[in-house]
């Protein structure tokens, strides 16, 4: 079970990482394009793509974000337990 | 007050530019990779932007 959950809890990061990147990737095109209004639909798209699976992260394993930090339960301050990337953390 | 809103990416407005400046063109297509974790890793969501470095390491 264990291996599973840290691919699972890998791909979820992966998918953080490429929406994150995209959504920098779009703001960059909109500075030079500040009227296309389907870039700007797409952005928004992945803008809350993020926001839901930053929100999905931090609920399974822990906030990447101090704005995550009420996804999490709340009797535990997991910004400061959960595992640092030096201890296997992300 | 010289209008900076204009945009001078245009074309026709080359010849005003002043000489001994550089020059990038900018992006005209929005079309996006459609496989956006591909995009990730080749470093950009538009295929007009992917340039690959297809040269050879320097050989003596």
């Not at chain 2, 929005?30 to 295929?47: K, M, R, S």
Request: aromatic letters at 16%; hydrophobic letters at 40%; charged letters at 20%.
């Amino acid at each position: 079970m264990k291996s599973n959950m840290v691919n699972e809890r890998a791909r979820l990061y992966h998918n953080i990482n490429v929406i994150g990147f995209v959504i920098v990737d779009m703001i960059e095109y909109l500075d030079t394009h500040p009227y296309d209004k389907e870039a700007i639909e797409y952005l928004n798209h992945y803008l809350a793509l993020k926001h839901q699976a930053m929100a999905e992260y931090a609920e399974k394993y822990g906030p990447l974000s101090i704005g995550n930090v009420p996804d999490t339960d709340c009797n535990e301050w997991k910004w400061a337990t959960q595992p640092m990337p030096w201890e296997g953390g992300f | 007050m010289q209008n900076f809103s204009k945009n001078y990416n245009q074309p026709e407005y080359v010849d005003q530019y002043p000489i001994a400046m550089a020059y990038v063109p900018w992006q005209q297509q929005a079309t996006v990779f459609e496989d956006l974790n591909a995009a990730f890793y080749a470093g950009t969501i538009f295929p007009e932007l992917e340039k690959p470095f297809v040269g050879r390491r320097c050989v003596k």
